[in-house]
């Protein structure tokens, strides 16, 4: 059973991401997939999550400017993040939980994404 974050990299600012959450071992799609991010020195913060009913939200630091969407047949969810920031630079990490109120209980690995030009 595993949860692999993978699509982060280096990139200018005004640029684009998409980063993806892969399981291996159980199905995406009967959970809600949270993504979180960590800068260096700061707190964890929240910025997506997709309910397992269809629902999306986003945290005030990304709304507008980030998409995530399941992909089923590939057991992945996507996260896309646009017109990124340098404050976007963080380790990016997926997650899951029963809903996107409740605990995560199931993280992976995490995905460096840093901003800069």
């Known amino acids: 059973v595993q949860l692999q974050a993978s699509g982060g990299g280096l990139v200018q600012p005004g640029g684009s991401l998409r980063l993806s959450c892969a399981a291996s071992g159980f199905t995406l799609d009967d959970y809600a997939i949270g993504w979180f991010r960590q800068a260096p020195g700061k707190a964890r913060e929240g910025v997506s999550c997709?309910?397992?009913?269809?629902?999306?939200y986003y945290w005030d630091s990304v709304r507008g400017r980030a998409t995530i969407a399941r992909d089923n047949v590939k057991n992945t969810v996507f996260l896309q993040i646009n017109n990124l920031k340098p404050e976007d630079t963080a380790v990016y990490h997926c997650?899951?939980?029963?809903?996107?109120?409740?605990?995560?209980?199931?993280w992976g690995q995490g995905t460096l994404v840093t901003v800069s030009s």
């Open positions: 997650a899951t939980s029963v809903s996107c109120g409740m605990e995560y209980d199931f």
């Open positions: 997709a309910s397992n009913s269809g629902d999306t």
